[in-house]
Structures are given as C-alpha cells and as structure tokens.
C-alpha cells in the first residue's frame, strides 16, 4: 500500500471510529462501507451510511469542515468537501505538495484514440483511467472554465493538438487574450488559418465557421467524398469579445445548429458568469464541461453546470472535473508542452488571412436548396426519427409507413439532418422530448 492509501485507510478509521462514538452527528453512525480512492490531486473517502448519510453529510460540512478537521490529524491541501455521490457520502481533500501527482504528460497516457472520431486525451481521473471525451451528439460543445493560472489554454492546446491528427478536420483557433496561448498551435495540420484575435478578424473566422456549417446544410453529405471531417472552433478567453454584437451571434449559431453538421465549438474562459456567453443558448449549448479551478461558487455553478462538486475547492494547474451528460470525474489533465507540439509536424493554412463573409451565408433561417417546403407530416417524421435515434434509411421507411409520399435522398438526407437540428434545439432549449418523457 502507498503512502496515499494509508493516508485513506488511517483517515478512514478515525472517521469510523468518531461516527460509531456519535461525536459526528450527535447520534451512534453505523458505516457500512468505505472506498478509498486515491487520486493524482485528492484523495477521497466514500462511505455508506443508509439513512443516516444526509445527517453526515452536513454534520462533515459544517463550519468549514470543523469536525473533519477535528477527527482526521492530516494535513490536507486546500479545503476539504462533503457531498453526496450516488449512495455514498463522499469525503475529498487535496494532497500535499509531496503526495500530488502534478505533471502527468500526455505522452504516458496511453494509446490515442483513432483520429477521425472526434474524440482527444483530456487527463487521468481519480481511478487511474484515461479518460478520453469526444466531440459527439452527446456533447457537440465544450465549456473550459478556470481561472488564470488554472491551465485553461494548456488543456486547448492538447485538445488541437489532438484534433490536428485527423487530416480531414478544419481548425479555428480564436485566441481574446492576444494569442498567446494558440498561437503556438497554429501551425499544426488543419489548422484553416492565423489565430484571430482582433474584432474584425474574429468576426470573420466565427462567419467563416457558420458559413461551412450553413454549406454542410445545404448540400447534405450524403455521398459525401472525401468524408468531410470536422469543423473545431477552438476559442480561448472568449469573454474578451462577447461584447461584440455579432460575434455573440455568430457563436450563438454555431453552439445551436453545429452538432448536426459536424461543426463543434471549445471555447475557453476565466470568468464563467451567466453573462459571459453574451446568450444564454450558447452557454446551455456548451454541454460538455472541462471545469478546472475557478475563484467563487458562482462561477463553479456555471463552470460544472451545477451546485456540486465545487470547481473552487480544485488545486489549480490541471486539476479538473470534467462532466457530461450523467458523467463526472475528478481528473488531472494531460500536459503538452512545445515538445510535444513540435512533434506534431506542420500543415498550411487555406488562407493567410481571414476572408470575409456574408452575412446571408450565416442565416438563421432553413436552407433553401429545399425545392418544395417540408411539411408538417415529414418535419413530425423527421423529429420522431431523431427522438428514436434513427439512421436515415429507417427514417425513409417510417415515412413510407406513415402514408408519405417517398422522397430523393437528397431530400430524406436533409429532412433527417433537419429533424435532429430541431431535437438539438429543443434539448438546448430544455424542452427537449426526453425532458417531456422523463
Ligand atoms: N495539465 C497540467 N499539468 C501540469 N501543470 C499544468 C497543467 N496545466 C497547466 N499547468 C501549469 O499551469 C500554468 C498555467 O497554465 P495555463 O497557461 O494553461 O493557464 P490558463 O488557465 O490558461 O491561465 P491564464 O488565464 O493566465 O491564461 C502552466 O504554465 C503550467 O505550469
Ligand atoms: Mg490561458
């Protein structure tokens, strides 16, 4: 056993023993079960007391965790946190200096997922697992929250550089703290053009992005070939530039109709407010979280996208949870530095600067190559379809039996697409049908 896991099992038998002796709730707590889980930044506890769970918890969070402090002789790093984790109560406090596992390169974690799917290295969590998050229908968009020095643009760059490996994605890198982060990754293939960091060349990179996504609408991939890869919008300190009308709309779009279309959005922050997003669809669209340290609870709520765990008790310099839908690990994150990108070779850019775009390109409106409107019958079909997760030719059939006339594929391709767009919306919206169904 580690130093760490004795650590857990000494704390672990004070607690026993303060909890059998009542001193924790006032009352004798029988604690059937421990799990000691001994993380690269914390170690926890996790521990089931049936009905007597809630008493603990709270009895452990008083006061700053008082009693903790009190029962568990220990020096730990920063302050501990008392919560429920499914049936256990959870205990979680920061190793010291000498325990922690602080610089975990990418580089040892392990065997890279296959390129084209989408999905990167994010770090190691607390079992020891790689966990390896995708740019996918479950979490099209990505939120990274952390303040300064919490290793926001560390996190971006290993992600791009990740992302560059599959030749057939396309990446904007938008950097609002003068390109100082991204800049070092701009040279990586698929990378479509220089870091923007500047109103007008953001505006055009962000229009460049929806005018793709809005093309990749139109005329559907069906056939597509070559397959047509991602489109990744990396955008770093993107609270500098909300406060720019159209970059507000433009990100807004691309959060609210890219998943379908392939299109995905990282975007980086230190100040994770309500308002930071310049719209709240854009921020409810960010599904996926990278929640590393943050300075106040407020900011935790937004970074994790709930009141727990609690983003303002992590350690700084990588450590992170990283949450999606009904996921959540404590992790460290993976570090690259210029070694690794080095490595990674050189790609060039389809243009030296950004070209600009029309804003009829971006619209927000249906595509119109449709020759004949959709009607109500095919749009009910279309969003059954993406309710049941269809694939296209399982749509094509539904419609048959529902009595409609048969389609061109091109037609069936889009209305498909169209139907999960609308799913999309409505998820981001909170109306989403599997709300109204659970
Ligand atoms: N995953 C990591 N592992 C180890 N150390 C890290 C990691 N991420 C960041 N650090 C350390 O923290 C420093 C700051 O990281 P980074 O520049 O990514 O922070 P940031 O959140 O972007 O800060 P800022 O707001 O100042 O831009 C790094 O130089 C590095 O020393
Ligand atoms: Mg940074």
Request: charged content about 20%; aromatic content about 8%.
């Amino acid at each position: 056993m580690d130093t760490r896991e004795q650590l857990l099992t000494q704390w672990g038998g004070y607690l026993f023993k303060a909890a059998t002796a009542g001193y924790l709730t006032g009352k004798p707590v029988a604690i059937e079960h421990f799990r000691r889980i001994a993380g690269p930044r914390a170690g926890a506890l996790e521990m089931a007391a049936g009905l007597d769970s809630g008493a603990l918890v709270r009895a452990l969070s008083r006061d700053n965790a008082a009693l903790l402090r009190q029962f568990v002789p220990w020096a730990f790093q920063g302050q501990p946190l008392t919560y429920m984790s499914g049936r256990y109560v959870r205990v979680e406090a920061g190793w010291s200096d000498d325990l922690a596992e602080t610089m975990i390169r990418l580089a040892d974690l392990g065997q890279h997922p296959d390129p084209t799917s989408g999905r990167w290295i994010v770090g190691k969590n607390e079992h020891g697992v790689t966990i390896i998050p995708g740019l996918n229908d479950q979490t099209p968009h990505w939120l990274v929250s952390g303040t300064t020095g919490s290793g926001k643009s560390v996190a971006l760059r290993s992600a791009v550089l990740q992302l560059s490996r599959d030749p057939a994605n396309r990446l904007v890198l938008l950097d609002g703290k003068f390109g100082e982060s991204l800049r070092q990754v701009q040279h990586l293939p698929g990378v479509a053009g220089p870091v923007a960091t500047e109103g007008p060349d953001v505006r055009a990179a962000l229009g460049w992005a929806c005018a793709q996504m809005r093309e990749r609408y139109r005329v559907g991939s069906a056939d597509a070939s070559p397959r047509p890869g991602r489109v990744v919008v990396v955008f770093d300190e993107f609270q500098q530039l909300t406060g720019d009308a159209v970059v507000v709309d433009l990100l807004r779009k691309l959060a609210e109709q890219g998943r379908a279309a392939g299109v995905h959005l990282l975007a980086a922050t230190q100040h994770p407010t309500v308002d930071a997003f310049g719209d709240p669809s854009t921020r409810r669209n960010l599904v996926g979280k990278l929640a590393l340290r943050v300075g106040d609870p407020d900011a935790s709520r937004v970074a994790v996208g709930g009141r727990l765990p609690r983003a303002d008790y992590l350690l700084g310099a990588g450590d992170a949870y990283a949450v999606g839908p009904g996921k959540l690990h404590r992790i460290q994150c993976a570090f690259v530095d210029g070694r690794d990108i080095d490595q990674a070779g050189a790609g060039a850019w389809d243009f030296d600067t950004w070209p600009d775009y029309a804003a009829s390109d971006v619209g927000l409106d249906i595509p119109t190559g449709v020759s004949k409107p959709y009607t109500a019958q095919e749009l009910g079909c279309a969003l059954v379809a993406a309710y049941e997760g269809e694939g296209r030719p399982t749509f094509m059939r539904r419609m048959g039996v529902a009595g409609l006339p048969s389609t061109g594929s091109n037609r069936a391709y889009r209305l498909h697409k169209f139907g999960q767009e609308v799913l999309a919306w409505l998820d981001g919206q909170e109306y989403g049908l599997s709300y109204l169904g659970g």
